[in-house]
């Protein structure tokens, strides 16, 4: 293939790389825990694992065998990546347990009470 085609695959095995970790993630970790972990992990640990895998394909693809020096190298760097998400994601599942049990929803409710000036207390909608 013409290096004009590998790029346009290499993006499309990207894509999906984004699609497939995510929804991996959320299934294996649980999507609580995800809700509550911030957006910085996410995004850094998941782009960053999708990129090392492209870049694994890729390295199998580049050399005279699959197995070469940079394929092991972007392999373990891959298991890294992977083990520090399950840290991240073991450390948020913590914090969510440890949270009082009004604290886990992350919404607060509107109690709306009539008063001896105000039988009728406004709407919650209006």
Do not use: C
């Not at 694994?56 to 580049?62: D, E, H, R, V």
Request: glycine share 8%; proline share 7%.
């Amino acid at each position: 293939m013409t290096p004009r085609y590998l790029r346009i695959v290499f993006l499309s095995e990207f894509l999906v790389a984004i699609l497939a970790i995510f929804t991996a993630w959320s299934e294996i970790g649980g999507q609580a825990v995800l809700d509550a972990m911030p957006w910085g992990w996410k995004a850094g640990l998941g782009l960053g694992l999708a990129a090392i895998f492209v870049a694994f394909t890729a390295s199998l693809g580049a050399g005279e065998s699959i197995w070469n020096s940079r394929s092991a190298k972007w392999l373990a760097l891959m298991i890294v990546v992977v083990l520090a998400m399950g840290v991240v994601t073991f450390y948020y599942t913590i914090q969510l347990e440890t949270q009082p049990p009004d604290e886990q929803d992350g919404s607060s409710a509107l109690l709306l009470t009539p008063s001896p000036a105000n039988p009728h207390p406004p709407s919650a909608w209006a």
